[in-house]
């Protein structure tokens, strides 16, 4: 059995998927931690769901029937323990999002694993390896400081193997579920959508056992390191990059955003001349070749990822995604220009909060009214995400000078111009 936290469309189109392909006849008891929309959803139709795989006007449609048993965290916290310290669970894994991590409170997904945990080593339920798939760097360090945190200490016989996961799935549309009772002849109210690309690296420490994810394309590496870093960079710094100048210049999803050559340009560029010359490349992968990989899922118009849902909580992505572009960009002697410009793009959204044209863009970030109050002071603003940088005067330099040319023409026109 697989205990998993985080019953978010990313779980069911990403990790629930590979189990059920692994074809061994693993089950996943799935745990809401707040809403309880698709536990309800869930039960009702026996725990089954459909995943579309959707690739331009291409769909198709399968079902997952992975997750046999679902749990409502608030008001089901004691069965979420048990389940935790159950022998008969082998492995546990996550999709809680960064801040999740920091929230150790009893009722919280660390408090309910942290406590399932305990109860599992004074039962005797046997090792367990415990998998953060969330998009962190060194996710597996993450979570057993995260666990040991609200325990006192790490419990004996639990691993925490670092994992990269890499699939593209935009929320659900009433179109989607439309389309998908269509396809399959029945309404479906917990479906998912994901681009046909699926990744997933694992290092290998599994004492309790494990699915042979393998079977359904999962990678084992004894170091996820390079993956995640290139993933990290490359994914994730283009995409929240096209996020921020996509929504500051009016543009609604990402697919959009690389449809306009301005936009398109900045995205390669950060890639190729700030982004490729950090990265070490993993065994077999060709960095230069994935990054134009990565442009083209992009691309995909029927995923309609909007730009609002990838700038979320760009104080916790940005310094992950972006800035350790840059600062390696510097330590090399070079001047990560394309990477700045997208730092200025995240700091005019996350303050001004208006596009281009004077609409108002919707900003949801735990440091919005914070670095809103700092607005006025660009050095400031900076040294509150990257004190190093905001004391290195060229970076601070550029920055200052893209917010100030954003606020006097506008973000596209600055970036047609850069």
Sequence with gaps: MIVHFGLGAFHRAHQAVHTQEAGDGWAICAVAPRSPDVVRALRAQDHRYTLLVRDGDDVSATEISSVRRVLHAPTETEQVVRQVADPATRVITLTITEKAYADTRPGSAIGLLAAGLTRRGVDGGGPVA?????????????????????????????????????????ATTREDLATAAKLTGWEDLAAVVAEPYSQWVLQDDFPGGRPAWERAGARFVADVEPYERAKLRILNGAHSTLAYTGALTGVEHVADALGDPVLARLAG????????????????????????????????????????????????????????????RLAAGGMPRWACLAVAAWLRHVTVSADDAGRPVEVSDPRADELRRLAHDPRGLLAAVAPDLADHAEVAGRIRADLADFAAYGVRDCLSGA
């Design 269 to 328: 560029r950060l890639i190729r001349e700030d982004v490729l010359p950090t990265l070490t490349a993993p065994p077999g992968v060709d960095l230069r070749e994935y990054g134009e990989r990565v442009l083209a899922r992009m691309r995909n118009r029927a995923l309609r990822h909007r730009c609002a849902q990838i700038a979320m909580d760009g104080s916790l992505k940005v310094p992950i995604r972006l800035l350790g572009t840059v600062r390696d």
């Design 130 to 170: 415990v998998v953060s798939c969330d998009n962190l760097l060194a996710n597996g360090r993450r979570l057993r400081e995260a666990v040991r945190n609200a325990c006192g200490s790490v419990p004996e016989g639990v691993s925490f193997p670092a994992t990269v996961v890499d699939r593209m799935v935009p």
